[in-house]
């Protein structure tokens, strides 16, 4: 099966490492869209101003507790986009600014097991985030 490399748009930049590891992994862009959007647990990523998301891959209950056998990480960086026109133009013509930020991602992986939580996100900025990051 052929990969198909996904491209950047006005929400998603890919880095050319990322892509690597959606190939590495056998990842699709779906999928890691997906777990920047409703990640399961939420963590600093271990590059200064990353997040690192994460989403288990399959679940099972057993005993009514929910255990998986892998996890799906994600690290990215939200940005403003760029400015095509100078502001002062853009207002002239009543046009008003984005209002969300574009999510570079930056890695992808999978991980054998259930990894250890590391350094949670605190509550205060995780709404932060929510708020500003608004629909994807």
């Known amino acids: 099966m ?4 996904p491209k950047n ?3 998603y930049q890919w880095t050319q490492h990322s892509i690597f590891k959606l190939q590495q992994y056998g990842l699709s862009p779906q999928r890691i869209t997906r777990v920047i959007r409703n990640p399961q647990r939420k963590e600093a990523g271990i590059v200064e101003n990353t ?3 994460m989403q288990s891959a399959s ?6 507790k929910k255990t998986w056998s892998q996890e799906i990480w ?3 960086q939200t940005r403003m986009p760029k400015k095509i026109h100078p502001v002062k133009s853009l207002l002239s013509q009543g046009v008003t600014m984005p209002q969300f930020n574009r999510v570079k991602i930056i ?3 999978r991980y054998p097991g259930i990894s250890p939580k590391n350094n ?3 509550e205060e900025i995780l709404s932060e985030l929510s708020s500003a990051d608004g629909d994807f």
């Open 9 to 11: 748009n006005e929400k």
């Open 74 to 76: 994600a690290m990215y």
């Open 51 to 53: 997040i690192a998301v």
């Open 107 to 109: 890695s992808a992986w």
């Open 120 to 122: 949670p996100i605190p």
């Open 59 to 64: 679940v099972n209950v057993k005993n009514g």
């Open 2 to 5: 052929l990969f198909k490399s």
